[in-house]
């Protein structure tokens, strides 16, 4: 399927790895034009070489904190008037409540729910002026059903999708979507990482809690960057135009719910 973005402008948001990195591959492949950004320059520009080799794609790399006002700055100055945008950033560490103050609070708020939107407010109108647009916040499963050590990711990111669910039926009626897609265990370094600070707090070896959730996921595995991007891609399609104010979500079937 052409997914008719051949030539739009990407600007994709912490894509030096992970899940991010698997969205700009998928965007590049069908021919969009990338900005992409991170704060490790290494590992950024390796990325963006990796990608033009593998598409042909043109590719540029920002170095930036896209949780900062100067972040955010240096990424629209690259990329002004982007056609897609990626919202995506590193979710909060994982805890226990008791040990958050409100500067914690403060940096999970700015990352995941502040930050976006500002991203959102800067690009919006053009997209509504060119009559095509597509947002994709990459936001977290744990909207639809909530982890309780990843309680500062848990109200962030619900704080962006009840804004994203009056924004996306505001500019809708001009070719202008805004979607959340939710993913669930992927084979990540933030996937890691909880297990690992899991296994820590309940003393238990981190390769059984692992295997453990492995275990609990319908599909039998854990997801991978590649798949994720590629959803990705076709929400930024023009065939997904119909398709607005909706939280995808993406876990094998972890998630138990009829809805």
């Known amino acids: 399927m052409d997914l008719g973005i051949a030539g739009k402008k990407a600007l994709v948001c912490a894509a030096s790895k992970g899940l991010g990195k698997g969205c700009a591959l998928a965007l590049a ?3 969009a034009v990338l900005t992409i950004l991170a704060r490790g320059r290494e590992v950024l520009e390796a990325t963006a070489e ?10 540029t790399a920002i170095v930036a904190d896209v949780t900062t006002p100067e972040g955010r700055a240096a990424a629209l100055a690259a990329c002004s008037e982007p056609d897609i945008l990626v919202n995506n950033a590193g ?4 805890g226990d409540f008791r040990d958050w103050g409100e500067r914690e609070w403060q940096t999970a708020v700015n990352a995941n729910m502040i930050s976006p939107i500002m991203l959102i407010k800067a690009t919006i109108d053009g997209m509504i002026g060119r009559r095509f647009g597509r947002v994709v916040n990459i936001t977290s ?24 669910a009056g924004l ?28 690992a600070a899991a296994a820590k707090s309940a003393g238990r070896d981190v390769n059984e809690l692992h295997e453990e959730r492995r275990r609990q996921i319908p599909a039998n ?3 991978s960057a590649g798949e994720f991007g590629a959803f990705c891609a076709f929400m930024c399609s023009d065939q997904a135009g119909f398709l607005t104010g909706q939280n ?6 972890a998630y138990p719910g009829t809805l």
């Open 141 to 164: 499963g744990a909207v639809k059903a909530p982890i309780a050590m990843l309680g500062l990711s848990n109200g962030a990111r619900a704080g962006l999708t009840g804004f994203i």
């Open 248 to 253: 995808i979500l993406l876990d094998g079937g």
């Open 221 to 223: 595995r854990f997801g």
């Open 168 to 195: 996306s039926r505001q500019v809708a009626k001009h070719n202008v979507t805004i979607n959340n897609l939710l993913p669930g265990a992927f084979e990540t370094d933030r996937l890691r990482a909880t297990f």
């Open 50 to 59: 990796e990608i033009r080799n593998a598409t042909g794609a043109r590719v």
């Open 29 to 31: 492949r069908e021919g």
């Open 91 to 94: 979710g909060p560490p994982p």
